[in-house]
């Protein structure tokens, strides 16, 4: 029986995931890496289906009243949230699946699907690195990185409801963890699968 895994990756904007996650990508088997849909602008070098499915709030609303998210949040004031559909063909396809989604996304994950799912908060050493990185990206004006300081300082209380913390001082050693971490991620199986197991276990003597 083919059965997928779910790795929730959070941790605040500026943290360096996508980073991390392509340096990985080699690393870690067949993956699918859930395309978020959002109604936040695109950022300079954003592609519409590669970042982010970018809609308006009309059409995200839409969706939400058609049932078709698996979870959806509000981040700095824009909705951000995950389609179902690919998430379970990825799953039923036996494939990892990575989420970069936020602290609230995390927890409707777990409501929903806890024991296929890993999770890691990816994070900066300090505020004040996270800050210098924020200021260095220039895609975002003041008042939008202070939203996004504002909510890292929140996020970041919810550390303890993950199960790895992955430091992101050296690019090489978080991907080396991060990569550990992926690939136990894949080994989690649901309980269905372990009680078929035993079945079969008993029945084999
Ligand atoms: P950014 O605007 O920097 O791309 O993302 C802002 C925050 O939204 C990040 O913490 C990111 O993890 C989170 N985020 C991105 N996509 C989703 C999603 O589909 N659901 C939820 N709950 N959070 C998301």
């Known amino acids: ?17 996508s980073t991390i996650i392509s340096a990985a990508s080699g690393q870690i088997g067949e993956y699918y890496f859930s395309i978020s849909t959002t109604t936040r602008s695109p950022r300079e070098g954003e592609v519409d289906g590669r970042d982010y499915f970018f809609v308006s709030k009309e059409s995200f609303e839409e969706d939400i009243k058609a049932g078709n998210f698996l979870e959806y949040a509000q981040v700095h004031g824009n909705y951000y949230g ?3 559909k690919p998430v379970r063909e990825a799953l039923d396809a036996g494939k990892l699946v990575i989420f970069d989604i936020d602290v609230q996304g995390h927890r409707l994950v777990r409501a929903k699907l806890n024991d296929i799912t ?16 924020l200021h260095a990206r220039e895609t ?42 992926a690939n136990a991620a894949r080994l989690k199986q649901s309980h269905a699968l372990q009680e078929e197991f035993v079945k079969q276990w008993l029945a084999l003597d």
């Not at 504002?150 to 991907?175: P, R």
């Open 82 to 84: 995950t389609s179902l």
């Open 140 to 181: 975002d004006d003041a008042s939008v990185i202070a939203k996004r300081i504002e909510n890292a300082k929140g996020e970041i209380m919810a550390l303890g409801e993950y199960d790895f913390t992955i430091i992101n001082d050296s690019v090489e050693e978080a991907t080396r963890r991060f990569v550990i971490i």
């Open 118 to 133: 890993t999770s890691a908060f990816i994070t900066p050493p300090t505020l004040g690195v996270l800050k210098s990185r």
């Open 1 to 17: 029986m083919s059965q997928g895994a779910i790795l929730v990756l959070s941790g605040p904007s500026g943290a360096g995931k």
